[in-house]
């Protein structure tokens, strides 16, 4: 018995053509992947940053010490294997690889500041759902080697100008300030003093991190806990002087900037090495999604990771998967599907030779070039020109090869014209060219 196969649960494919996915999720394709990709890149360089990729297989270890070992993620959400007595773990996100790389090599050394861009695929055994994905893809950066507030800045404007870039316009940015680990062990304690009488009144999960982790309580969407949060202590108010200095420095560079964004004092991140700044981007389109990036300062994670020197840095990582819900939503312009310039049909064994041939010449001279691989009818080798929208046909016949000469056709007007073959390629050339502008 035969048994063909499907994609792993929670992974998609990416087509030449969009499709819908089990959950009703449009999967972009791949030229609108590109075009994202693409724009990223463009505006990173734009923003001075350069491109670091980094193995999909990391040390187990690495990822457990610069996630934290307290986090889902690491508990509960890592693919990760042994082999030969090495831990591997497919990476669940980038920020500790990239730390890993900036101290195995030295980047430091290149001197000034390390600023850096990714994008690429991340894994997490999470509950499949729209928006949420067991491979998925992120980019982001990272800026490391300064704790200036204009290194903060310019991270929060190249990831907005990237939405902004794309057409995604309708976004909220929120942002607070975890201030420094020492400061913020007493607001924990600030907090838990004040949550422990109401005890009885929170949920489950909440009850947890009470015991575990107070500051996740702060991320409750249950609007009866919410109530209580309201005249909960503040971290604002515990943060130090200077800590307070450096996000008001960082929310004067951004008012230069012209990015607007709340404040909201109960963002937080649970884990020691973040300190300063934190920052996160929703999106009203995405359901309970509706995260599309965050980020912060991680001024200890260098350290975490075995530096002896601290590394001051601060990165965002936004998910590509829901960049394109946005997109969906905004109903953001996007390039079409890439067509042939030409499609070149032919009628006969000798008319296949020459096509074939001539083919190879006309995408030497970068043209994009369609031709029939099957041997099929001239009525098929139209309807499929037809069915690739390609801009101009040629049909090659005894007649053409006998007078030297192709009849060009413009798909869309039907107007037509007789080229010699020897300036087939100039033609063409020409047209295609005055068509793309
Ligand atoms: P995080 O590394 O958890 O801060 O995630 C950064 C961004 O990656 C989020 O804001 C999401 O846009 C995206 N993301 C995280 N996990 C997933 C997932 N399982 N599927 C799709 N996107 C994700």
Not at 97 to 124: A, T
Not at 236 to 264: K, M, N, P, T, W
């Amino acid at each position: 018995m035969s048994q063909t196969f499907q994609n792993i649960k929670g992974t998609f494919d990416i087509l030449p053509d969009p499709y819908t996915d089990d959950g009703g999720t449009r999967i972009a394709p791949s030229a609108e992947w590109r075009y994202v990709e693409a724009t990223v890149r463009d505006v990173m360089a734009r923003y001075n940053f350069d491109e670091i990729r980094t193995p999909i297989l990391e040390p187990t270890a690495l990822v457990a010490r610069g996630v934290g070992e307290a986090t889902d993620i690491v508990q509960k959400e890592m693919f990760a294997f042994e082999r030969s007595d090495t831990q591997y773990v497919l990476r669940p996100e980038i920020t500790a690889p990239v730390v890993r790389s900036y101290l195995q090599h030295h980047l430091d050394q290149r001197g000034g500041v390390q600023k850096l861009f990714y994008i690429g695929p991340c894994f997490r055994a999470e509950q499949p759902q729209k928006g949420r994905y067991r491979q998925f893809h992120q980019f982001g950066v990272e800026v490391l080697g300064t704790d200036d507030a204009r290194a903060d800045a310019e991270t929060v404007a190249v990831m907005m100008a990237i939405y902004d870039e794309l057409g995604i316009k309708d976004t909220r940015l929120r942002m607070n300030t975890l201030g420094t680990p020492d400061r913020r062990e007493e607001y924990v304690h600030a907090l838990r003093e004040y949550l422990e009488p109401y005890a009885d009144e929170l949920s489950e999960t909440s009850r947890r991190r009470l015991k575990r982790n107070p500051l996740r309580v702060l991320d409750t969407k249950l609007d009866h806990e919410q109530a209580i949060l309201q005249d909960a202590p503040q971290l604002i108010d515990y943060v130090s002087d200077e800590s307070r200095a450096h996000y008001d420095r960082v929310q004067r560079f951004l008012a230069d900037l012209g990015v607007s964004y709340v404040e909201d004092p109960h963002l937080v991140r649970g884990l020691d090495y973040y300190t300063e700044t934190t920052f996160e981007l929703e999106s009203p389109d995405l359901g309970a999604q509706s995260a599309l990036a965050g980020g912060g300062r991680y001024d200890r994670l260098a350290e975490v990771l075995g530096s002896e020197e601290p590394v001051p840095a601060i990165g965002f990582a936004a998910g590509m998967e829901r960049l394109f819900l946005a997109l969906d939503a905004a109903e953001a312009e996007r390039p079409g599907l890439p067509a042939p310039d030409v499609f070149i049909a032919a009628l006969g064994e000798e008319a296949e030779q020459w096509v074939f041939r001539t083919t190879q010449e006309l995408r030497a001279a970068g043209l994009h070039v369609a031709l029939d691989l099957k041997g099929r009818s001239l009525k098929a080798q139209m309807r499929e020109a037809n069915r690739q929208e390609a801009d101009y046909t040629l049909i090659i016949g005894g007649n053409e090869l006998e007078a030297e000469e192709a009849t060009v056709k413009e798909m869309e007007s039907g107007e037509q014209e007789d080229v010699p073959f020897a300036e087939l390629s100039t033609v063409l050339l020409d047209k295609c060219r005055t068509e793309h502008e």
